[in-house]
């Protein structure tokens, strides 16, 4: 099982170096900047997911990408980018729950009712809405609890999760420190 409160920690540090570059201005919702930052990364782990795309001959998930190009097939770098998407929006999702104090996750055990992705995709919009409005505890840990489910069904274990959280949150900090 992956260590949450590890993860909300991780997070934390994050947060707070991303403040200490860029802090809130006077009046500033931060939470609704994250709370759309997360409905953006959404988007794009569905678009990378590509199973909603009845249009296209193409609707396998796009799982393996070439990081940089190179010369030599040894210095080659892969990376699922439907699992690196669902992490960016799993840094929101923390970066949430950190806003209204609630760092010592644990799951609620919600287990939400979707038939297939396109449902589930759907139920973690509809929680983010909900969250926005009510920005409460108890909404925010169904949120978490979907999101983690979409996990799930897109085929990711939690050991996939965090080791990808922990490589993303890394590259998130070299690019504060690189003026991003």
Not at 25 to 44: C, P, T, Y
Not at 151 to 174: C, D, P, R, S
Request: charged share 25%.
């Amino acid at each position: 099982m992956m260590n949450l409160a590890k993860l909300f920690e991780i997070q934390m540090v994050l947060d707070a170096h991303i403040e200490s570059k860029h802090p809130r201005q006077e009046g500033e919702d931060r939470i609704s900047k994250k709370i759309l930052a997360l409905l953006v990364e959404v988007g794009e782990c569905a678009n990378e997911a590509r199973f909603f795309k009845f249009w296209s001959n193409d609707q396998k998930p796009k799982t393996k990408a070439l990081r940089m190009p190179t010369m030599m097939e040894e210095d080659k770098e892969y990376y699922n980018p439907t699992l690196e998407e669902f992490v960016d929006g799993l840094h929101f999702v923390l970066g949430l729950g950190i806003e209204i104090e609630f760092v010592s996750y644990s799951t609620l055990g919600y287990s939400p009712e979707a038939d297939d992705l396109t449902d589930m995709f759907t139920l973690v919009y509809e929680m983010i809405s909900r969250f926005k409005r009510y920005q409460s505890v108890f909404h925010y840990g169904i949120l978490f609890d979907c999101y983690m489910t979409l996990g799930k069904m897109l085929g990711f274990t939690w050991e996939q999760i965090e080791v990808a959280y922990y490589e993303k949150n890394q590259i998130n900090h070299l690019r504060q420190a690189n003026g991003y």
